[in-house]
Each structure stands twice: as C-alpha cells, then as structure tokens.
C-alpha cells in the first residue's frame, strides 16, 4: 500500500484555534507543517518551538509567498477573510481551511467564493462539532427512520450570533440531508454585541423554509432558550430533529458534564453521553482534508460550498430583521453590509422606544 504523497500546510493566527489546527496537523503523517505567521512574534516563536518548524512570519502574504503551500490554514478572528483568501488562491494553494464564521458580509462571501471558484480551489470550513460522537449518534437515529417522516429541525445556543449560529445551522441541515434553504424569516434584538469581535445583534431568531418542506427554528444569544442539563456557558447547545414518530437531538457539553444525545422514538426514550472535544474532533476533520485532497470526489463534510449556504441563512436572517418580511435564497450584494444595517435598524428602534 501506497503512503501517498505528504501535503505541504501553513498556518497563520497562532491563537486558540490556529494551535488546535497545528496540533491535529502535526499528528497527521500525511501532513507536513512548514510555517507559521502571527501579527504576535511570540506566539510565531512558541509555534515554531512547539511544533519543531522553521519558518515563522508576521506577514502571511509574505509566508505565502515564501512557502507555496499545499494547504493554507488561517485562524484569525472574523474580520480578516477576504484578504487571506485571496493570498491564499494566488499562492497557489490546493485547499484554503478557515474559521467560522465565513464572513462579515454577503458582499464578502461573494467574493471571497468567487475567487476560490474560479481558481478550483477547494475550502473547508471549522463546523468540527460534527464529529463529536453524541453528533453523529443523532444524524444516524434520523437517518434510519426511527423517528419517521422529519418535518422540523432545530438549534440554538446561548452564545451570540457571530460565534454560534452557522454551527447551528450546519448541523441541523445535517440532519435535513442538506436540503435547499428557500427562504428566511429573522428577527433580532439589542445592539451591545456589536462592539464585540464577533460582532452581532444580542439575539436573533430565524426560521427558514428548506426545499424538501422541513422548517428550520434557530436562535442563538441573550434570550434563547437555556440548557440547563450543560454547564459550560458556551456549551449550552440543542440540535436536533423532530419527525411524525419522535424526536432525536445534541447537547453539545463540554468538559465530560451534561451533553449528549436523546431520541424517542416508537421504540421509546433512549440516550447516551457524548461533549464536544476540540482533540477529539479535529483529528477526522483534518483527516477528511487529505482525503478530498487525495480524491475529487471525497468531499468534505465542512467543505466551503455548504458553509456559504449556512452563512446565507444567517445573513438572510438579518436582512429579513432590517426589511421585515420573507427573505429568499440565493442572496446577491447588498449596498450596506447586513451587520451595519442590522444595527442601524436596532439602535433606531432603541430612540424610538426612548
Ligand atoms: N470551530 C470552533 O469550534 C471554534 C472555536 C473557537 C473559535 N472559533 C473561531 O476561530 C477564529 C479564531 O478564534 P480564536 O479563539 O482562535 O482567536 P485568537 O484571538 O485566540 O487567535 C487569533 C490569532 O490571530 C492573530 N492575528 C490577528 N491578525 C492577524 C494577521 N493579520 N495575520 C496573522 N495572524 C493574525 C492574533 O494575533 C491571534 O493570535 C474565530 O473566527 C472564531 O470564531 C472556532
């Protein structure tokens, strides 16, 4: 048996995630780490300490071009993803992995996926959670029937709407084969998060149409509704799907308290445990990285092109919150980008109550 070719990777943003990333990919034979970039020449000191590498740079555009890497990485918070991308397409890269959320706006996507389109290169996004055991527990109960004909998915968490609710949405579209979202319905509330770096409404609901008839309920921030069985704040996620003979969802969980999974089905009330663990999960992720770049047609599961259609959701969501009423799929530019007319929205609506 053939090892297969090692794969060249980059990684720029050696913050929390960027070393989840460097991790999984140090242990991955088929993977070889080249070089790290951070704005903080410390943390691109400890990366090339830790993981034995060379190379190190505060300019990813200059590692870039220095390295021509099969696979270029970034972890950086969400307001840098257009420019690293299109270093990332001109260097040449194979595959561009990122963070979520994809993007601050529509206009960004766009372009963002319009460059990767046109130079084939493939992306793959950090909705990992999915691989948590209680995850795919709960995809193969729906999958199998046990809880008949779905006609509702699900997923909410406490955490704001920037951090929390693409991985809301891509899960439950999971659990609905990935069916088309049609349309969107939003509504949103509160302006104090939109100073955070995850800038976002406090809270937003959305409910979406998908192609097949199933509804889609998501909510994530100050507001939705709590998990009570999951301690860790961030944690306290619900995903799920409901069908004509039962129900099957996740609690995220983390730190081995309160998540996991539970159905009932017409053969009862069953459950299991399972909490999300970034070790755990980012070794098949990256894992799946090499195989789609090993075979065209091994595509990943976080692959870019089902991210940008969750991110649309979300940004159909806050558009619908601006102009009321049903928003349709797929969305075009926009003239001012959804966050600022979000909250332009939500701060006029403030001096009017006032
Ligand atoms: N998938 C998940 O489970 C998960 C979990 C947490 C965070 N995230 C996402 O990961 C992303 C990063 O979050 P984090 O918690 O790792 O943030 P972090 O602040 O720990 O790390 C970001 C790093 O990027 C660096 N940086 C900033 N500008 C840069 C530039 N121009 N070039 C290179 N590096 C630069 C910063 O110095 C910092 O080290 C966010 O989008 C966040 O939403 C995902």
């Given at each position: ?43 691109v ?65 766009i ?12 992306s ?8 948590g ?25 406490l ?7 693409t991985?809301m949405?891509?899960y ?23 100073s ?22 998501f909510?994530?921030?100050?507001g ?70 090993d ?42 980008p ?8 939500l ?8």
């Amino acid at each position: 048996m053939s090892m297969g070719q090692t794969y060249t990777v980059a990684v720029a943003g050696m913050g929390k995630r960027g070393t989840h990333h460097a991790e999984a990919v140090s242990k991955n034979p088929r993977f070889k780490l080249v070089g790290f970039c951070d704005i903080d020449q410390g943390r691109v000191d400890a990366a090339k300490k830790q993981f034995g590498v060379d190379y190190g740079s505060l300019d990813s555009i200059q590692m870039l071009k220095d390295l021509k890497p099969d696979v270029f990485i970034f972890c950086t918070l969400p307001d840098l993803r257009l420019p690293l991308i299109r270093a990332g397409v001109e260097s040449g890269a194979k595959l561009i992995a990122y963070e979520k959320p994809i993007a601050t706006s529509m206009n960004e996507a766009i372009e963002m996926y319009r460059l990767m389109r046109a130079a084939g290169v493939k992306s793959v996004i950090s909705h990992q959670h999915r691989y948590g055991e209680h995850y795919s527990k709960v995809k193969e109960i729906i999958a199998s029937g046990a809880i008949g004909r779905v006609h509702t998915v699900y997923g909410h968490a406490l955490g704001w709407m920037m951090h929390m609710m693409t991985h809301m949405i891509e899960y439950a579209s999971w659990y609905n084969d990935y069916a088309e979202p049609e349309w969107v319905i939003g509504q949103a509330d509160g302006i104090e998060k939109f100073s955070d770096n995850h800038p976002s409404p406090d809270y937003i609901s959305a409910l979406v149409q998908y192609s097949n008839g199933v509804r889609g309920v998501f909510e994530t921030g100050a507001g939705a509704p709590d998990v009570p069985e999951v301690s860790s704040w961030w944690r306290k996620c619900r995903v799920g799907a409901q069908g004509s003979e039962g129900f099957a969802e996740v609690l995220t969980g983390g730190g081995g308290e309160g998540g996991g999974w539970r159905a009932v089905t017409k053969d009862g009330v069953t459950s299991g445990p399972g909490s999300m663990d970034y070790e755990h999960d980012m070794g098949p992720y990256v894992q799946e990285i090499v195989d789609w770049l090993d075979d065209d047609r091994k595509i990943h599961p976080c692959n870019g092109e089902t991210a940008y259609k969750g991110f649309e959701v979300m940004m159909a969501a806050c558009r619908s919150a601006v102009q009321r009423g049903r928003v349709t799929l797929p969305l075009g530019p926009s003239q001012t980008p959804e966050l600022e007319a979000l909250k332009n929205a939500l701060s006029s609506k403030n001096l009017i109550q006032a």
